[in-house]
């Protein structure tokens, strides 16, 4: 990160002064994140920015020509150390459940995500400073609270702000250690930040809504109402990786399948959350209704392999469940009529291009000849929907 460049006595007492500040944190994390209101905390927490500020400004005053690479080679580990604790600060803050701290955590690991990949000193200094401003944002917020008051978040406007919470540690280290694997995978997989950044610059939000992938214990994915926050547990891709496994898919395409169809699954869940805050008309299932929306927003920008994912999930549980009638009195539609509104719609966009569904005999004929117009249909409905939400 920084080379060739040389610090002072004065620089490293400060530093070392400053990790004793960082190296602090430990200790009021779980107080900020539960209450986030108590005096000492908030002081602590300036505590930490100052020495941030401290960091800084000894980094902006550092003569370039004259750092040797040991003493470059040491300002590099000192400043992971210390973002290595801010790091772990972020984390509590994403998994204490309070929206405010969860969103403010995932800014500050952004923060500190740019600084690691800073290329050189005046680089690291700036995304020093972000990481102050922060930092100050949340002495804000504590001081706030300590008094009884709310702050809205500075942003104008919100956004889905997606975290992923480390999984616990298990019992029975194989599982933990793929638990942790399955994190890294749909962490690193851009697929979900960027599905929310586009909806975030097509629909304009009041507020920010979490977007946590996180062990629940239980497969599944939701959005919850109370508190506004979709929630994407770890297990429902740990089944499905498995399930995908046993019917024999190798393991390089598993990834993939599994984070397309995770994509899926997080449109799905913001068309619920869409309909709760914008509080948008639905007449029939919500769940069909969002459905059709995730598969309206990817093939309007033909992006088809969530969609083809989405399809082999639904017919993995229709298969699944070996003809029985299911759980027809469940909010959603059978998995096997889910797959078949699906794939009309896919059909229904394009025919020509997705001639195959029909002369392959997935859908049937007498379906099929109606589904231009129901595809026509429900892409309309939805534009006109959320045409008064949009964010240009
Ligand atoms: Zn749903």
Redesign the pocket.
């Known amino acids: 990160m920084v080379t060739g460049r040389r610090y002072d006595a004065d620089f490293r007492s400060n530093k070392l002064r400053n990790m004793t500040v960082l190296g602090g944190m430990c200790c009021l994390v779980p107080l900020f994140a539960g209450s986030l209101a108590a005096a000492s905390v908030c002081d602590d927490i300036n505590d930490i920015a100052d020495g941030w500020n401290e960091m800084a400004e000894g980094i902006y005053q550092l003569d370039i020509d004259t750092l040797t690479m040991a003493e470059a080679e040491a300002i590099d580990q000192s400043v992971n150390d210390a973002a290595n604790t801010t790091y772990q600060f972020a984390d509590d803050l994403i998994a204490s459940g309070d929206s405010q701290s969860m969103e403010y955590g995932q800014h500050l690991s952004n923060d500190l995500d740019a600084m690691m990949q800073a290329p050189g000193l005046d680089e690291l200094g700036h995304a020093i400073d972000l990481t102050v401003d922060t930092l100050d944002e949340l002495v804000d917020i504590c001081d706030a609270r300590l008094n009884g008051q709310h702050v809205q978040s500075q942003s104008s406007g919100g956004q889905f702000v997606v975290q992923f919470v480390p999984p616990p540690t298990l019992d029975d280290p194989e599982i933990t250690e793929s638990y942790n694997a399955l994190r890294s995978t749909l962490e690193s997989a851009p697929i979900f930040v960027e599905l929310a950044d586009d909806i975030d610059s097509y629909i304009h939000l009041p507020h920010d809504i979490p977007v946590t992938f996180q062990a629940c214990g239980q497969a599944n994915a ?1 959005y919850d109402p109370e508190p506004r926050a979709i929630v994407m547990c770890y297990e429902l891709f740990y089944e499905l990786a498995a399930a995908l496994t046993q019917m024999g898919v190798p393991d390089q395409e598993i990834a993939e399948a599994v984070t397309d169809g995770g994509g899926f699954t997080l449109l ?2 913001m068309g ?1 959350a869409l309909v709760d805050i914008l509080q948008l008309p639905v007449t029939g299932r ?2 069909d209704s ?1 459905d059709a929306l995730a598969t309206v927003l990817l093939l309007d920008v033909d992006d088809v392999d969530p969609v083809l994912s989405a399809l082999g999930t639904f017919k993995a549980w229709e298969l699944a469940s070996e003809g029985k009638a299911g759980m027809v009195w469940g909010e ?1 539609s059978l998995s096997g009529q889910r797959y078949y509104d699906i794939l009309c719609m896919l059909y229904g966009s394009d025919p020509d291009r997705f001639q195959g569904v029909v002369s392959d005999g997935l859908l049937p004929e007498e379906r099929a000849v109606r589904c231009p117009a129901e595809w026509e249909q429900k892409a309309t409905s939805w534009d006109v929907i959320l045409e008064p939400h949009l964010a240009y």
């Open positions: 939701f799905h869940e619920h919500e769940e969002v959603h």
